[in-house]
């Protein structure tokens, strides 16, 4: 009897057993076809746009939110973020050893047969209207961007001499790199923009940096001077005009006070005339007293100058004495 109970209670755990293990196996068989599922919902975060291809085919691109689609791998779903600038460095890099016999990478030869070490920046981003064509070809976007800024910065620097590299290159590469670099890229339809560029190193090879220091150096004072050269210049100039205009203003001023002058003498001189032919009818010896008014202004414009003096003093018992000057007049 004890040996039936036995076999009845193995069997009766071993059915329960078997019941707990198909009810575990199916709520992972569940979880495993909701896990499966749900690789076909993809968050697509705000920044992004998302290209979604089922079966290789673009079927979508999303923007930000949730996106619910097939699962893997039916559905594939490539996030780009679209606000974030990527940055390529191209050309010579300064921890690269120069000592071998091979040619450092970004050493350019000028059009003048000098060398120069060149490392420029290229900034882009991705199209969002292009997006599908970054998706494609996303593998290859950075080394295409390095060939092309690289054949870019070797056209630009090849056409200039090396004094205008070192002196100009900085300033004007920038903007003939974004530009030609974007014209290279554009036929090959890689979805980005090149949204700019930076010169991070642009000087002589080590060997000779030394001597083309001392020419910079000498080529900035010449500039110096000849800035002060044109400072002066035109400070002169300035002054030049300024006086200019003042004695233009002053010999204006004199014709015109020398114009009225004459004009009030030649109103008086006609107004006296007048007077004389109307008062000469009445009076004949009317000019001789006219000629004693303007002899009387003039002897007192001569006294007051010290030109004239009485001749009481040179009275004598026979007559009048000038053979003595009269005293000169004190110097003031």
Do not use: C
Not at 6 to 25: F, H, K, M, P, S
Not at 158 to 169: F, P, T, Y
């Amino acid at each position: 009897m004890a040996a039936g109970q036995r076999d009845n209670l193995q069997q009766a755990a071993g059915q329960e057993w078997r019941t707990i293990t198909v009810r575990y196996a199916a709520y992972l068989l569940i979880v495993a076809t909701l896990g499966y599922l749900l690789t076909g919902v993809t968050q697509v975060r705000p920044g992004e746009r998302a290209v979604v291809r089922r079966f290789g085919k673009i079927v979508d691109k999303p923007g930000p939110g949730l996106w619910v689609g097939l699962p893997y791998p039916f559905d594939r779903v490539d996030r780009v973020p679209i606000e974030l600038v990527r940055r390529v460095r191209i050309g010579y890099r300064p921890d690269a050893d120069e000592t071998d016999d091979t040619t450092p990478p970004g050493q350019i030869l000028t059009g003048d047969q000098n060398l120069v070490n060149a490392q420029v920046l290229l900034d882009y981003a991705v199209r969002d209207e292009a997006i599908e064509d970054y998706v494609v070809n996303a593998d290859r976007v950075e080394g295409m961007i390095a060939r092309a800024g690289e054949a870019v910065l070797a056209q630009w620097v090849a056409g200039h001499s090396v004094d205008e590299v070192l002196l100009r290159g900085k300033v004007e590469l920038p903007a003939y790199l974004t530009q030609h670099t974007q014209a290279y890229l554009e036929p090959h339809h890689l979805g980005v923009v090149i949204q700019g560029a930076s010169v991070a190193h642009l000087l002589p090879p080590g060997e000779v940096k030394r001597e083309f220091d001392a020419v910079t150096s000498a080529q900035t004072q010449i500039r110096t001077l000849e800035n002060v050269a044109r400072q002066d210049a035109a400070t002169g100039l300035r002054q030049a005009d300024a006086e200019r205009y003042q004695l233009e203003r002053q010999s204006a001023a004199y014709v015109h006070e020398q114009i009225s002058q004459a004009k009030a003498e030649a109103e008086t001189f006609t107004r006296r005339l007048k007077q004389y032919l109307h008062l000469r009818q009445t009076n004949p010896n009317f000019l001789a007293t006219i000629w004693w008014e303007e002899m009387g202004k003039l002897f007192t414009q001569m006294k007051a100058n010290g030109r004239i003096d009485l001749l009481d003093n040179h009275l004598g018992g026979d007559g009048l004495d000038i053979t003595i000057a009269p005293a000169l007049p004190k110097k003031k």
